[in-house]
């Protein structure tokens, strides 16, 4: 089956600003793919140049068979876009943004109507039908932003940042959403910089730096192959770092931390304290953050 995107040598310059360097993915039918990365990788323009709304400046891009630049309309009217910024009509109910939306599509009028209530049932927004936009909470428009892009049935729907500065209850509620629409057979595509949406939704993901593409993967491949299973964290003091060599055992040093990466962190933590004595040791799982930091030498979240 042919890619749903394929991108290759993709690049993006923005007068002196080079977003996008030059990047290759690929995005297979019904995944949820993930674009991971800090504020200013490169996430969004690349949704852009994908979305038909900026034009790319080298390299190849095919969306669902055909080229942006090419046949932006063919390519829009099967997408559907979950924008960054809340863009709803303020003029319009729940239910009125929907069906005028869907006039953009030219959905006759009754059929959008019905399209419209069904949706506001799939986002859990029946209650809220004829209420204003701003009577919604963040998570509520966000959730009637995800309905309006699937006004058109899109066969690819595209989200950035689709839980940006929700509360946690809202976000969850959004992932069960797209997971459901995966289940339906809908293929997504999604950027994040929340580490935890990325490992709970995406089956695959490349993570983005500087305009680059630093490694693509399954959270659970991409965690176990640049770091390990779990990790055993320790105050650094210089009688722990002389305990640790002595031990023989195998460490790095992030700022105030001494990070021990192991397939037992009971095991480590047990031989820690057995010899060392550490003031404080804490194990955890390896994530994604860890995968950034060692990739990028620095974290996620600076
Ligand atoms: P992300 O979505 O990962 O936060 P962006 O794609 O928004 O990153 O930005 C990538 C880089 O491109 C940043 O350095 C940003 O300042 C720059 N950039 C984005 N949009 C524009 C624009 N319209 N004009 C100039 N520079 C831009």
């Given at each position: 089956m042919p890619p749903v995107i394929e991108a290759r040598e993709l690049k993006k310059i923005y007068g002196s600003?080079?977003?996008?360097?030059?990047?290759?993915?690929?995005?297979?039918?019904?995944?949820?793919?993930?674009?991971?990365?800090?504020?200013?990788?490169?996430?969004?323009?690349?949704?852009?140049?994908?979305?038909?709304?900026?034009?790319?400046?080298?390299?190849?891009?095919?969306v669902l068979g055909r080229d942006p630049d090419r046949d932006p309309a063919a390519?829009?009217?099967?997408?559907?876009?979950?924008?960054?910024?809340?863009?709803?009509?303020?003029?319009?109910?729940c239910h009125g943004n929907l069906v005028t939306y869907a006039g953009y599509f030219d959905i006759p009028h009754e059929k959008a109507a019905k399209k419209a209530d069904e949706l506001l049932e799939f986002v859990q927004l029946q209650d809220k039908r004829d209420v204003a936009i701003d009577k919604l909470s963040g998570g509520m428009k966000r959730r009637l932003?995800?309905?309006r892009a699937l006004v058109n049935a899109p066969d690819l729907l595209i989200l950035d940042e689709p839980t940006i500065g929700l509360d946690p209850q809202a976000r969850h509620l959004i992932w069960e959403r797209l997971r459901l629409l995966q289940a339906q057979g809908n293929t997504v595509v999604l950027t994040t910089?929340?580490?935890?949406?990325?490992?709970?939704?995406?089956?695959?993901?490349?993570?983005?730096?500087?305009?680059?593409?630093?490694?693509e993967g399954s959270?659970?491949?991409?965690?176990?192959?640049?770091v390990g299973d779990e990790i055993v964290e320790v105050e650094k003091s210089i009688e722990i770092l002389a305990c640790?060599?002595?031990?023989?055992?195998?460490?790095?040093?992030?700022?105030?931390?001494?990070?021990?990466?192991?397939?037992?962190?009971?095991?480590?933590?047990?031989?820690?304290?057995e010899n060392c004595q550490p003031k404080k040791l804490i194990t955890r799982q390896a994530t994604l953050e860890d995968v950034f930091l060692k990739l990028a030498g620095r974290s996620l979240k600076e």
């Amino acid at each position: 089956m042919p890619p749903v995107i394929e991108a290759r040598e993709l690049k993006k310059i923005y007068g002196s600003t080079l977003a996008v360097d030059g990047i290759q993915f690929s995005v297979r039918k019904g995944e949820i793919f993930g674009f991971l990365g800090p504020n200013g990788a490169g996430k969004t323009t690349t949704m852009k140049m994908i979305t038909c709304v900026s034009p790319r400046t080298s390299g190849t891009l095919q969306v669902l068979g055909r080229d942006p630049d090419r046949d932006p309309a063919a390519i829009k009217a099967r997408l559907g876009i979950v924008p960054q910024e809340t863009n709803l009509d303020p003029d319009f109910t729940c239910h009125g943004n929907l069906v005028t939306y869907a006039g953009y599509f030219d959905i006759p009028h009754e059929k959008a109507a019905k399209k419209a209530d069904e949706l506001l049932e799939f986002v859990q927004l029946q209650d809220k039908r004829d209420v204003a936009i701003d009577k919604l909470s963040g998570g509520m428009k966000r959730r009637l932003i995800l309905a309006r892009a699937l006004v058109n049935a899109p066969d690819l729907l595209i989200l950035d940042e689709p839980t940006i500065g929700l509360d946690p209850q809202a976000r969850h509620l959004i992932w069960e959403r797209l997971r459901l629409l995966q289940a339906q057979g809908n293929t997504v595509v999604l950027t994040t910089h929340y580490l935890d949406e990325a490992a709970r939704l995406c089956d695959r993901l490349v993570i983005m730096d500087n305009g680059r593409i630093l490694v693509e993967g399954s959270p659970a491949d991409l965690v176990k192959q640049y770091v390990g299973d779990e990790i055993v964290e320790v105050e650094k003091s210089i009688e722990i770092l002389a305990c640790l060599k002595e031990t023989g055992m195998g460490f790095e040093l992030f700022g105030d931390t001494i990070q021990i990466v192991t397939d037992s962190a009971r095991d480590v933590a047990r031989i820690l304290f057995e010899n060392c004595q550490p003031k404080k040791l804490i194990t955890r799982q390896a994530t994604l953050e860890d995968v950034f930091l060692k990739l990028a030498g620095r974290s996620l979240k600076e």
